[in-house]
């Protein structure tokens, strides 16, 4: 197996993860959208990291997805929704056996993605590092956070994992990763909705605490229908929590409606109702609050899938 990492989606967590591959030493190869995006990435030669105001540029080289060369490790750093159609535009080059990670929140897209590789391993990853375009090409670390990587269908380690330790990617690798996401996406569904509907910043639910813990007995009630007792372990305690230490934070779906940005609704708190339907569920509360961010994400003119 070749060691070059191929990241596709040069946004904010695949540059953050290509610049410190990179400066690490390991083999990077970007994966741009298109033609004219490749050349205008040339012209400026390379991504700019930004860590504690500290820009530093790394001339990482990049190609379409049309280019030739076989891919053996790909990390699909792109939206939920354009997981899909992202990774059925590599998925020829992909070798027997290769290795794709997905850095994507949520639930739903990693399931789209394997279905359209089946000879590829397929690893999940939940993040909560922070990062955010500072300008094209450039992106600026917020600091901490943490990944967790994982394979439902096969619990070994991948030989490349020491990659991320040299590259100061903080990871472990997890025997439980759908436990993990199924856990962010409850804390996501009880927060961030509501944060779009009441136009406020995390800090903003704790005058919302009535709502914020009925909506945590339901997505508590699926979870555990869905075989994750553990991710409905005191939920609605660590859901305070977060956002007690996050209070003067915006949520990532209010950052995305106020930037008029698409959001990954169909993802969180739309797999939430879907997976509610195919067990018989029925939790009302979830599906009220689908419904009026839904509406509230017509009327501002974004999808709202
Ligand atoms: P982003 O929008 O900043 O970057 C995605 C990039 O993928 C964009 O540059 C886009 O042009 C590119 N892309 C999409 N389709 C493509 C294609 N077919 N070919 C080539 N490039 C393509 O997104 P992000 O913030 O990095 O988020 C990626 C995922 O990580 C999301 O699911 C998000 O929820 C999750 N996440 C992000 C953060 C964060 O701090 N940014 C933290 C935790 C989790
Ligand atoms: O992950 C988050 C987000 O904003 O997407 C938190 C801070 C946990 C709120 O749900």
């Known amino acids: 197996m070749s060691s070059t990492w191929h990241i596709l989606g040069a946004g904010s967590l695949g540059s953050l993860w ?61 939206k939920a929704y354009d997981a899909a159609p992202a990774i059925a535009s590599v998925a020829p080059r992909l070798v027997e056996g290769a290795e794709v990670l997905l850095l994507q929140n949520g639930l739903g897209s990693q399931d789209e993605v394997a279905d359209l590789v089946p000879r590829a391993r397929c690893i999940f990853t939940s993040s909560t590092e922070g990062a955010f ?89 699926l979870l555990r229908q869905c075989g994750q007792p553990e991710a409905a372990h005191e939920l609605d305690a660590e859901v305070q929590r977060v956002i007690l230490a996050t209070a003067a934070n915006y949520s990532s779906m209010y950052q995305d409606v106020r930037a008029g940005r698409r959001t990954e609704v169909h993802y969180l708190l739309g797999h939430a109702c879907r997976a509610a339907g195919r067990h018989g569920l029925q939790l009302p509360r979830l599906e009220r609050l689908l419904q009026r961010l839904v509406d509230s994400l017509r009327v501002r003119g974004l999808p709202c899938d």
């Open 18 to 78: 290509a610049c410190r591959l990179a400066r690490a030493g390991k083999a990077v190869r970007l994966i741009l959208r298109d033609g004219q995006r490749l050349q205008a990435y040339q012209q400026v030669g390379g991504l700019t990291l930004v860590e504690q105001d500290q820009p530093r540029h790394y001339a990482i080289p990049a190609e379409t997805a049309q280019a030739r060369g076989p891919i053996h490790r790909l990390l699909l750093a792109c």
């Open 133 to 221: 375009r500072d300008g094209e090409w450039q992106v600026r670390f917020a600091g901490h956070g943490y990944n967790w990587l994982g394979d439902p269908g096969n619990p070994a380690l991948p030989a490349w994992f020491d990659d991320l330790q040299q590259a100061g990617i903080p990871a472990e690798w997890s025997l439980d990763i759908l436990t993990r996401l199924w856990r962010k996406l409850a804390l996501n569904c009880a927060i961030n909705p509501l944060t779009v509907l009441h136009d406020c910043q995390n800090g903003g639910l704790l005058g919302h605490l009535d709502e914020v813990e009925a909506l945590c007995a339901e997505l508590a009630r």
